[in-house]
């Protein structure tokens, strides 16, 4: 059984900065592709960032360019998402996933490439 655990999300003002941490078994850590999703309240999940297997590939959403940043320290087999210049759309549960379709070294937007998932934490910017 695979499992992410998320962390680091909470109650922040518009313009301030959170870093959210996946942490997963390094068996898998070492060897997947991993990415962010995100789900406002009431609307469908979303594509926020993917990053290859050794970090040699990133991709994110336009939404966040250059106000995001993914990274992963395979040392600690954790992904870290740190996001800057928060905006109050940017509110919703964040998820992380891990790819175990396709090629799953590689990076990837597509929500189906990806097979397991943490349990998501909220984000919150107030305006």
């Known amino acids: 059984q695979v499992q992410l655990v998320e962390s680091g999300g909470g109650l922040v003002q518009a313009g301030g900065s959170l870093r959210l941490s996946c942490t997963t078994s390094g068996r898998i850590f070492s060897s997947y592709a991993m990415g962010w999703f995100r789900q406002p309240l009431g609307k469908e999940r979303e594509f926020v960032a993917t990053i290859s297997w050794n970090a040699g590939s990133t991709n994110y959403a336009d939404s966040v360019k250059g106000r995001f940043t993914i990274s992963r320290d395979h040392a600690k087999s954790t992904m870290y998402l740190q996001m800057n210049s928060l905006k109050p759309e940017d509110t919703a549960v964040y998820y992380c996933?891990?790819?175990?379709?396709?090629?799953?070294?590689?990076?990837?937007?597509?929500?189906?490439?990806?097979?397991?998932w943490g349990q998501g934490t909220q984000v919150t910017v107030s305006s």
């Open positions: 996933a891990v790819r175990g379709r396709g090629s799953f070294y590689d990076a990837s937007d597509d929500d189906g490439d990806y097979t397991y």
